[in-house]
């Protein structure tokens, strides 16, 4: 089983413009398929440096010496590319969201075709797990995490009904959540709500608008002008922030303005937003709801 086939593939490795002696990011390594296509575009000066924080990735190191895999969160992107004698790139790729070989391996319990022990954390050095959330947040928590990040309109009934289950014995596995929230899963969008239940835990879990938020300032801080950004999201949280920042370098309000009263922004939107094809649909079920913007740093 291929550990993470590569969405839009082409299009985001595009986006980044590559100068065959240019310094490059990934920084959702996963299963290597977009580093392997920028690697391929670079020459032999050129430098690629990959961070992803799941040990299981760590298996698909590629055997270049223009390529460098860091073991942590793409958070750290500033710290850990300076610790490599890096101070400035030519372009940063993300492909957001779960990998593949995370949803596969049933034991990570970010599926929900499977029974498993509630983790959910992409990164096993991560103290925070699904039980924790669904065993520990009181009723305000609970309903802020199933609001927010999955938003859930049931989510005060969900938090209710978890505490309440809880009380009597603590709830374990996926397959248990599921039986704890069964009279909010109507058979018509039972597999709907359960993503959006188990979407919010695992954003909870991971901390990933944090996280995406921290990247995404770092990103404008270590780019050379004229460098290139280029982010796939799978959900509307993520391109929301994705989209906001790259069109005026904030998540919230307006840009201040110039002396002649034009906004003052750091990036420039390169083309429209890109979906995938029927093709890639077709061929890779997952890259169904994602989305590629590219920026152009002025």
């Known amino acids: 089983m291929e550990y993470h086939n590569p969405v839009l593939l082409q299009e985001s490795v595009d986006g980044l413009d590559i100068k065959p002696n240019g310094v490059y990011v990934d920084v959702t390594f996963g299963g290597g398929g977009h580093s392997k296509e920028i690697l391929r575009r670079l020459g032999p000066e050129g430098k690629l440096f990959a961070f992803d924080q799941d040990e299981d990735a760590l298996a698909n190191a590629l055997a270049d010496e223009r390529f460098v895999l860091i073991n942590e969160n793409f958070r750290h992107l500033k710290r850990f590319l300076r610790f490599n004698g890096i ?71 969900l938090a209710r009904t978890i505490i309440a289950s809880r009380e009597l014995c603590p709830i374990k596995t996926t397959d248990e959540l599921k039986e704890v929230l069964a009279k909010y899963l109507p058979e018509k969008v039972r597999n709907k709500i359960l993503a959006q239940i188990y979407q919010a835990i695992r954003i909870e879990v991971n901390q990933e608008m944090d996280v995406l938020k921290e990247f995404l300032e770092q990103s404008l801080e ?77």
């Open 87 to 157: 101070k400035s790139v030519d372009g940063i790729l993300g492909d957001l969201g779960v990998s593949s070989h995370q949803f596969d391996v049933p034991e990570r319990g970010f599926s929900t075709r499977f029974d498993a022990e509630l983790d959910m954390r992409m990164s096993q050095k991560n103290n925070l797990n699904a039980y924790k959330v669904v065993n520990e947040y009181d009723d305000e928590n609970l309903r802020r995490v199933f609001l927010d990040y999955g938003e859930l309109k049931s989510a005060p009934a």
């Open 222 to 298: 270590i780019l050379n002008p004229e460098g290139r950004l280029s982010v796939i999201s799978y959900h509307s949280l993520e391109d929301r922030l994705v989209k906001r920042f790259m069109k005026n370098g904030l998540f919230e309000g307006e840009p201040e303005r110039d002396f002649f009263g034009n906004f003052s922004v750091p990036f420039k939107t390169i083309g429209k937003l890109i979906i995938p094809s029927p093709e890639e649909i077709k061929t890779n079920n997952r890259a169904r709801s994602a989305k590629l913007r590219i920026a152009k740093k002025i």
